[in-house]
């Protein structure tokens, strides 16, 4: 189910992808140069430098994550804060436990 929702996501770039491809058609003859056995080492180096399989692979990874709807993500924000708060109040009062405590050891 993921993976077809994928698909349909990416079916307008696909078309825009190939109208693209389509219009520069007539300008191939300016890749010649590029298809030498030099041109496709140094252009292997600089996909690795600039990391464009790390960011293919991002993009497929969140492709394929399963979102919360929006009561799923409601409810995971109100725990989040329900613990901030809670978390909060115990550091406070440790905070103001241990600051009398020094002030009485030490004043």
């Known amino acids: 189910m993921v993976r077809t929702s994928a698909r349909k996501a990416s079916t307008p770039f696909r078309a825009l992808f190939r109208l693209i491809g389509r219009l520069l058609r007539p300008f191939r003859f300016l890749l010649s ?7 496709r080492f140094v252009g292997r180096i600089l996909a690795k430098v600039i990391l464009v399989q790390y960011f293919r692979n ?8 399963t979102w919360p709807d929006r009561k799923q ?12 708060v809670v978390f909060g109040l115990m550091i406070a009062i440790t905070d103001f436990g241990l600051n009398a405590a020094f002030e009485k050891i030490l004043l």
Do not use: G, N, S
């Open 58 to 65: 991002a993009w497929k990874e969140v492709r394929q994550v």
């Open 73 to 84: 993500t409601f409810q995971l924000t109100l725990a989040v804060f329900i613990f901030a």
């Open 33 to 39: 140069p590029f298809k030498t056995r030099p041109a």
